[in-house]
């Protein structure tokens, strides 16, 4: 099983800055998930809500802001004083910090405004930064997987679904997007939709189990991994001798 950082190793550290995905690397994470979105300079930066206001200092929304009115929000002190100074990082630096070994999901979260703009400018970071074969996008626009699947039909998609949504390797199918995984809300994560899933060649990641015995319930299910605000928790729960 595969156990995604989500946002970092967020229940001990700020989520998605530096310090969050260090410390999963420091747990022995093997793979970690982030929320991408895009500044009004067109700049990738990691923060999951569309606006400043819940995990900084500041306000406003990300797609108003330029790159160095990003930067200087403090994305740490909301957390705990301990990581005050923390700034939103970029997802260059995140690529810089974690090795190419580790597997990074990352999850475009999208404002509309940037549509058919925020894909191209992420493949080309992701080849610049030489990160083709550790990143997997995922977004729940599925617009943006589909200009992304069409922009570079290697790059591996998961489809982000919260809902009970029938046979969806059909639907996707149906609009071109061939997926590498589906990234599923755990609560409804079915045998039926694993199994249909992997008949078809296609990997079943569940968000977000931070308990032992649902994470060992979904295991049992024959899930491909999870994504867990506690990775370093997770792998031992789930009897890994590391959690990637
Ligand atoms: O990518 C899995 C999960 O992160 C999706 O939901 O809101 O935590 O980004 P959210
Ligand atoms: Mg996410």
Not at 24 to 36: F, K, M, S, T
């Amino acid at each position: 099983m595969t156990v995604f950082a989500h946002r970092g190793a967020s229940r001990n550290a700020p989520e998605n800055s530096l310090v969050a995905f260090q410390t999963a690397l420091d747990q022995g994470a093997r793979a970690i998930e982030l929320d991408v979105q895009m500044t009004r300079d067109r700049e990738l930066v990691v923060c999951h809500d569309l606006t400043l206001d819940r995990t900084t200092d500041q306000k406003r929304f990300i797609k108003d802001l330029t790159l160095e009115e990003v930067r200087a929000a403090d994305c740490g002190s909301w957390f705990h004083q301990d990581f005050s100074g923390q700034t939103v990082p970029t997802l260059q630096e995140v690529f810089r910090l974690v090795p190419p070994s580790v597997l990074i999901n990352v999850e475009v979260k999208n404002h509309p405004c940037h549509q058919g703009i925020i894909e191209e400018s992420l493949l080309e970071l992701v080849a610049r930064e030489g990160r083709q074969e550790s990143v997997l996008y995922s977004s729940f626009d599925h617009l943006v997987l589909q200009r992304l699947h069409r922009l570079d039909p290697d790059a591996p998609i998961g489809a982000l679904f919260y809902a009970n949504i029938l046979e969806p390797w059909r639907y996707l199918e149906s609009q071109g997007i061939a997926p590498f995984s589906l990234h599923w809300a755990e609560e409804y994560v079915s045998r039926e939709l694993v199994q249909g899933a992997q008949e078809r060649g296609v990997k079943v990641f569940a968000y977000t189990v931070n308990q032992a015995d649902r994470a060992r319930e979904l295991a049992g299910l024959g899930l491909d991994g999870i994504f867990s605000d506690l990775p370093g928790e997770a792998g031992a729960w789930l009897n890994q001798d590391d959690p990637g």
